[in-house]
């Protein structure tokens, strides 16, 4: 029988699992606080607990904290890291040092059944959910984890496909009895599932992204099959009915294609879809990937499109690429070292 895993757990599984053995209530707190603020590695380092609650924990479970398999660093600093699921799955975690911001990209899925056509994890297809435990472990194990200051979810995988454990790592990275960090350090992006993002906003307060790319429904639907069970007009509906108070930021991501997506029809239809909605529209030049029918627009490209959206009232920068040299599109490390293993 393999151990299971206790780094990962919410205060309510930790506190079943310690009614289950019959222990004291206040114990699920005390290994909440050695899993979430002391960092134990192992269960034998939670020395406040009983002889007795060690042992019987440790006869079930583990802390279950995994490092990561390889790690590449590009000229700009940024980093990517791969942790290895199982023999054949690998998923794939970014660390982006800006000035005094240091954030980490996380994984939710290994693969995705998104299939948006421009993405390389896409082209994996779905191999399984990851656990709120493998979300967190993404964030923990890095030897950046200290100076981390702020956290995306925007690596691997679609987060409302998988609701239930990314709602689990949100509220351990919030809670006072977790690690406790603003929800306004953290960033969950989505391609928009209708039937759960009303849910996301309720459970949470983190910062809603989602991934618009084109304001044309016809043309979105080519990109990102999504489009056709999610209209990203029904998901705009939803954001504009909701309140996201002062603190809480919607965004809309938009990867730039060369000659597709960045025409004055486009920033004009950008206005009009967009209209009501207080956002920022982050643009992200697409990075080449191999075998893509999409291309890169230049930097003036660029410049001219936000300028055309900020000239029309919309608040558009550029995000800057990074770690083009290490492969840093979403799924391309994870690709190539899993055709390693097969
Ligand atoms: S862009 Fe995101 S949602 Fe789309 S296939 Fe890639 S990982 Fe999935």
Same mark, same amino acid.
């Given at each position: ?19 289950a053995e ?7 707190? @005390? ?12 269960? %034998?380092?939670?020395?406040?607990? %009983?002889?007795k609650?060690?042992?019987l924990?440790?006869? =079930? ?5 995994t ?12 980093? =990517? ?27 939710? @899925? ?12 896409? =082209?994996?297809?779905? @191999? ?9 472990? @993404? ?5 950046? #984890? ?51 993002? =009303?849910?996301f ?5 983190? #910062? ?35 309140d ?21 029809? #486009? ?5 009009r ?19 893509s ?47 390693k293993?097969?």
């Amino acid at each position: 029988m393999t151990a299971d895993r206790l780094f990962g757990k919410t205060l309510k599984e930790l506190d079943s699992i310690t009614a289950a053995e019959s222990l004291p209530s206040y114990t699920a707190r @005390q290994i909440a606080g050695w899993l979430y603020k002391r960092e134990a590695p192992e269960i %034998s380092a939670m020395t406040d607990l %009983s002889l007795k609650a060690r042992s019987l924990l440790e006869a =079930k479970f583990v802390t279950g904290l995994t490092p990561p398999s390889s790690e590449t660093v590009s000229a700009d600093g940024t980093k =990517k890291y791969l942790f290895r699921i199982d023999d054949h799955r690998f998923i794939e975690t970014a660390v982006i040092p800006d000035r005094e911001r240091v954030t980490v990209c996380l994984s939710v @899925q290994a693969g995705c059944r998104m299939g948006c056509h421009f993405c390389m994890t896409g =082209k994996q297809g779905f @191999q399984g959910n990851l656990t709120s435990g493998d979300i967190l472990n @993404q964030f923990r194990s890095l030897p950046e #984890h200290p100076s981390l200051t702020n956290i995306v979810y925007m690596g691997m995988g679609e987060p409302l496909d998988n609701l239930e454990e990314v709602l689990k790592s949100l509220e351990i990275l919030t809670s006072e009895w977790g690690y406790g960090w603003s929800p306004t350090r953290i960033t969950v992006s989505t391609v928009g599932i209708t039937a759960r993002i =009303k849910e996301f906003l309720e459970s949470t307060r983190c #910062h809603l992204a989602v991934s618009l790319h084109t304001p044309f429904d016809a043309e979105r639907q080519a990109l990102m099959p999504v489009q056709k069970a999610h209209p990203v007009k029904e998901v705009l509906d939803i954001i504009r009915a909701f309140d996201f108070g002062r603190q809480r930021r919607v965004s809309f991501e938009y990867i730039v294609f060369k000659g597709l997506n960045d025409t004055p029809a #486009h920033v004009k239809e950008l206005a009009r879809i967009l209209n009501g909605i207080r956002c920022r529209v982050n643009l992200i030049r697409f990075h080449a990937v191999p075998g893509s029918e999409y291309s890169s627009p230049g930097m003036k490209e660029m410049e001219a499109f936000r300028d055309s959206l900020n000239d029309r009232g919309i608040t558009a920068t550029i995000r800057a690429s990074r770690g083009e040299d290490i492969s840093a599109a979403c799924g391309l490390l994870s690709t190539m070292e899993q055709n390693k293993t097969l």
